[in-house]
């Protein structure tokens, strides 16, 4: 049985993009994205979901935003582990990706 | 009165010293009968009973501790009614149905993800049940009411469709019908009801049951409005002369109504009271929906001839009723229909739930022929009839059901199927793993390897591995002391007065521990244990105090188990040989991998002592054993430590001012535990501490109390049974981990500082060497049986799982960890 190469984690990084038109649901959807992932930018996070997480963070917004002003994107970057060459590269501040195999403070 | 009576009564009453005292113990102890550890002690117990001649223990002690007794482990769920899904899962597997239904174990994933987030949506729409129509659960009242209908309306009989000649009122009735002269139906949606039925002994949930009603004119004759018609027509007009044949007197408790909705109202409060299906739910359609009182169809004597024109005019269009007529129950799945030859069709599994729930609703009251589910993936509504065949199927089902449930022994795992791949209990079923660990363990392990269990072994399917192989959650270790932790969402934040030292997602958390003065509050615990994320306690030191997690598995069948397995002495010889000679393999091969000059001789006697490991006769015995061979590991431990203390002047490595740095040197001579007195035996105690940390999360994890133990036996303090399975696992992790710091240079001498004899690690050593444990932790090892890659902490928690299934006898032999 030839099985496919198996991925080495099941996390996808999603850059997960927001645009909403009223600031009590922007406020909202902020806490809901930051339980997620990176703040990146302004609208912007950087979280890596596997599948579960993902369907979890996509209920939790479809239930905030109103669905005919608001939009969310998911752009996916593909799996957070094993990407060869880094997809995001930063001109500016530096972007930095945390990569330890634990936490320490 | 021995001493051993005197600490069973500790044992049993810990929280009444009282019972401890000597003079309790003349009489017979009460025995709460529902201890949780009365395995343990049942044999201590019966040999007290028979001492004390004639005060025995309750019988019924007796018989709950005894093996034979199966049906008595599973009293509970044998008698409870079961839930619709539950036979869902049985069909699906019924391996599946028992860990879910009767070992209480669960796991999301997305795909349940994604299932309950429907459901709360589904839940959110209004609108209940309707009741059943009157006449078919064949009520007292609709007997005379239909005799009545049909005297009155000669030309209309029960059961044929009324011809709109027969009727007196045709304006008003030609509201009801459709073009064609049938009658109009109209689709109603009830959502989230909960219905039983107790012929099954099944519950159910259904989603959404589409309801048709049929509007038919009320027949009056099983009216009783008196009190409030005499309202309703002193307020309307005088004029108007009571349509009704005289009624019965005027019940106390009617309530006087003064508008004609009022009338109305009350008329269908009083009828439907008497036909509403036991569950007592608000009845949003009470306004609008009366049982119709004549037996047969829903839409005969659809009016009656007019004798009193102008006010049963006015009642007749007031007085429209809409019955149920028929009922189908709608179910929502995320995935997509089964190809069939002809057509997509459902699953096995959803004609079960969908079956079922179409029987539920016959059994109170409705009429119900056809189910419908509809398939998200394809956008399909894919049809179920109900025919004798299926009803027979369903219902040998749940007997299946039912004897597994009440069976000790968990059903075997599915074989090589593809439902496995999509099962979220895979991680813990490890159905392959099971089916091949049971056919093929006994050869794998004496030392002189048999051919043929190679040969079987090949044979075999190689076990896919059905999770990820590492997790994708991290550890977090705290070590600033006198940091604070704080929550804010469901982030975890840790402050050092008022800078923020770090956030940390508890999407991204394994496991918490805390290394000495760190101050959390009661949410974040709160919050850790209701994401069942483990905390564990540590003094600055390193010594493990003991952790703080949320309730967990159930599975309590698996520790019934262990303690059982805990008294058999034959049993706990035979595992502690196995983690022993796991260990003792292990140190071999570590030896012969990264000594630089391995003695003669060593390698060989180590491999005969992990063979003369096997053949102990007594836990005496065997512990000698383990020390000789232990003692032989670490006299070699030395030559393992590749970097000397001149290494340090080497070029690029960052000064070390000479004042701080005590002259300390990897020097390691001899194991030495509390206190470490030098550098190597510090790392070593700091790396089995954390160790033993996994360990009791691995323990936990599968279901095991940590604290009883086969090889280790129960001391104060000590999580017997993680020692037990961290044997095999201490070169594998913890020594590595400590070779892989050392020889890496992530450590060095200024790393430690001295206190009286004893050696420590400060916080930015400790805080190196977390970062080398938790890389080996999550390293991908290949396992030497199931020939996949896995992280060692995936590896610790599928050992752990095995010795459980060893317990459970569902594998003959447990085989420990050992690497090629
Ligand atoms: S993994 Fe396979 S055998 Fe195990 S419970 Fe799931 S479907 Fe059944």
């Known amino acids: ?105 | 009165m021995t001493a051993s009576v005197y600490r069973t009564a500790r044992a049993l009453y810990p929280h009444r010293p009282e019972m401890w005292e000597p003079e309790f113990l003349y009489e017979p102890l009460p025995i709460p009968d529902d201890h949780p550890e009365l395995g343990l002690f049942s044999q201590e117990l019966q040999s007290i009973s028979e001492g004390l001649s004639g005060t025995s223990i309750p019988a019924a002690l007796n018989e709950r501790t005894g093996r034979e007794s199966e049906a008595a482990f599973h009293p509970r769920v044998a008698d409870e009614p079961l839930p619709a899904r539950m036979l869902n899962e049985y069909v699906y597997c019924p391996r599946l149905f028992y860990y879910e239904h009767v070992d209480g174990v669960f796991l999301e994933s997305a795909d349940t993800e994604r299932g309950s987030a429907i459901h709360k949506k589904v839940d959110k729409g209004r609108g209940d049940l309707p009741p059943p129509k009157a006449a078919q659960r064949g009520s007292k009242e609709s007997q005379p009411a239909a005799v009545a209908a049909v005297a009155l309306a000669p030309d209309t009989t029960p059961g044929k469709e009324p011809q709109p000649a027969d009727i007196a009122d045709a304006d008003a009735a030609q509201e009801d019908m459709a073009a064609d002269g049938s009658p109009k139906l109209e689709t109603i949606h009830s959502r989230s009801a909960t219905l039983g039925s107790e012929r099954l002994g099944v519950l159910a949930k259904m989603d959404l049951i589409e309801v048709q009603m049929v509007t038919v004119a009320q027949d009056r004759s099983s009216w009783v409005p008196v009190t409030s018609f005499k309202d309703a027509q002193r307020e309307a007009s005088p004029s108007v002369t009571a349509p009704m044949p005289s009624p019965p007197s005027p019940p106390d408790d009617s309530p006087p109504l003064d508008t004609q909705s009022g009338t109305m109202c009350n008329l269908t409060k009083r009828t439907s009271k008497k036909s509403r299906p036991a569950a007592d739910q608000p009845d949003l359609f009470a306004a609008a929906i009366t049982p119709p009182p004549a037996a047969g169809t829903a839409i005969d004597a659809p009016c009656l001839p007019a004798p009193v024109a102008p006010t049963a005019r006015l009642l007749h269009v007031e007085l429209k009723q809409r019955v149920v007529h028929q009922v189908t129950p709608v179910d929502y799945k995320l995935g997509a229909p089964r190809r069939g030859e002809d057509g997509n069709e459902m699953w096995e599994a959803d004609k079960m739930q969908l079956g079922l729930q179409i029987l539920i609703l016959r059994d109170n009251g409705y009429t119900c022929d056809e189910g419908v589910i509809y398939y998200r993936a394809t956008k399909q509504r894919v049809p179920l009839a109900m025919t004798d065949e299926l009803e027979g199927w369903i219902i040998g089902k749940i007997a299946e059901a039912r004897q597994v449930a009440a069976s000790r022994s968990i059903p075997p795992p599915l074989m090589n199927s593809p439902k496995c791949v999509r099962c979220s209990l895979a991680p813990v079923c490890l159905p392959d793993e099971t089916r091949l660990l049971k056919r093929v363990t006994a050869p794998l392990l004496p030392d002189s390897p048999d051919r043929s269990a190679d040969k079987r072994l090949s044979t075999m399917p190689p076990p896919r591995r059905l999770m990820a192989p590492r997790d994708d959650e991290r550890a977090l270790y705290l070590n600033t002391q006198g940091a604070r932790v704080t929550l804010r969402g469901e982030v975890v934040v840790v402050k050092e007065q008022d800078s923020v030292l770090g956030e940390f997602r508890l999407k991204d958390l394994s496991h918490v521990a805390l290394f000495g003065n760190i101050q959390i509050t009661t949410q974040t615990v709160q919050m850790l244990c209701e994401a069942e994320i483990p905390v564990a306690y540590f003094s600055m030191g390193g010594w493990f105090y003991g952790l703080t997690r949320g309730h967990g598995l159930k599975n309590v069948y698996t520790r019934i188990e262990q303690f059982q397995s805990a008294q058999d002495p034959h049993r706990c010889l035979a595992l502690a040989q196995r983690f022993i000679h796991g260990k003792i393999r292990n140190h071999r091969t570590q030896l012969m991998r990264n000594h630089v000059n391995l003695p003669d001789g060593v390698s060989l006697k180590m491999k005969r002592a992990a063979g003369d490991v096997l053949a102990a006769r007594s836990l005496g015995e065997l512990l000698g054993m383990e020390g000789a061979a232990a003692a032989m590991y670490f006299q070699n431990f030395a030559g393992m430590i590749k970097v000397g203390a001149d290494d340090d002047e080497l070029p690029g490595l960052e000064p070390v001012k000479k004042a701080d740095r005590p002259d300390f040197t990897f020097d390691f001579t001899k194991r030495a535990r509390r206190p470490p007195t030098d550098p190597v035996n510090a790392l070593l105690s700091l790396a089995y501490s954390l160790l033993a940390k996994d360990c009791t999360l691995a323990a936990l994890a599968v279901g095991f109390d940590p604290y009883i133990g086969f090889f280790h036996q129960p001391r104060h303090g000590r999580p017997a049974l993680a020692l037990d399975l961290m044997e095999e696992f201490r070169p594998l992790i913890a020594e590595s981990a400590v070779l892989t710091a050392l020889n890496n240079r992530m450590i060095n001498p200024g790393h430690f500082v001295r206190a009286g004899e004893a050696v420590n690690l400060t916080v930015h050593g400790r805080k190196a060497f977390f970062q080398a444990y938790e890389q080996r932790m999550s390293s991908l090892v290949t396992h030497p049986i199931f020939d996949y890659k896995a992280s060692y902490r995936r590896v610790l928690e599928l050992q752990a799982r095995m010795l459980a299934r060893y317990l459970t006898s569902e594998i003959p032999e447990y085989v420990p960890m050992m690497t090629r």
């Open chain 1, 1 to 105: 049985m030839a099985t496919p190469q198996p991925l080495l984690s099941t996390r996808t990084t999603f850059l997960v993009c927001y645009d909403i038109a009223n600031d009590r649901r922007l406020r909202k959807v902020f806490k809901t994205c930051r339980n997620y992932g990176n703040h990146l930018q302004y609208s912007i996070f950087e979280c890596e979901l596997n599948p579960r997480e993902k369907a979890r963070l996509e209920t939790e917004l479809k239930d905030l935003i109103k669905h005919d002003e608001d939009q969310v994107l998911f752009v996916s970057l593909g799996p957070s582990e094993g990407r060869g060459d880094r997809v995001i590269a930063a001109l500016g501040l530096p972007y930095t990706h945390f990569d330890a195999p634990c936490y320490v403070v």
